[in-house]
Nanobody, 123 residues
Framework: QVQLVESGGGLVQAGGSLRLSCRAS????????LAWFRQTPGKEREFVAAVAWNSARTSYADSVKGRFTISRDNAESTAYLQMNSLKPEDTAVYYC????????????????WGEGTQVTVSS
């Protein structure tokens, strides 16, 4: 059983920064691909970013490229999402996700999910 716990959300002004963390309770953390998704009320959950097991590959949604950076620390079983130049449209609940895969799934399907952390960007 993989448990994922997100933290670091909050309220920030447009142009500001936040760093989200995702702590995993699994001994084989390095075997998992990690990702971040987000969801706003009435909309489907959307992919934000993913990082392969050894950080050699990353993938980003076009809407966050150049502003967000995903990373991971396998020794700490933690993934991060550094969010810079935040915009009001980044407001959402952000979810951490994991799947047992060395690479990034082509269809962005993930098996394990956290409870989410709210990010609100004011204009």
């Amino acid at each position: 059983q993989v448990q994922l716990v997100e933290s670091g959300g909050g309220l920030v002004q447009a142009g500001g920064s936040l760093r989200l963390s995702c702590r995993a309770s699994v001994r084989t953390f390095s075997r998992y691909c990690l990702a971040w998704f987000r969801q706003t009320p009435g909309k489907e959950r959307e992919f934000v970013a993913a990082v392969a097991w050894n950080s050699a590959r990353t993938s980003y949604a076009d809407s966050v490229k150049g502003r967000f950076t995903i990373s991971r620390d396998n020794a700490e079983s933690t993934a991060y999402l550094q969010m810079n130049s935040l915009k009001p449209e980044d407001t959402a609940v952000y979810y951490c996700a994991a799947t047992l895969s060395s690479g990034i799934p082509y269809n962005y399907e993930f098996d394990h999910w956290g409870e989410g952390t709210q990010v609100t960007v004011s204009s």
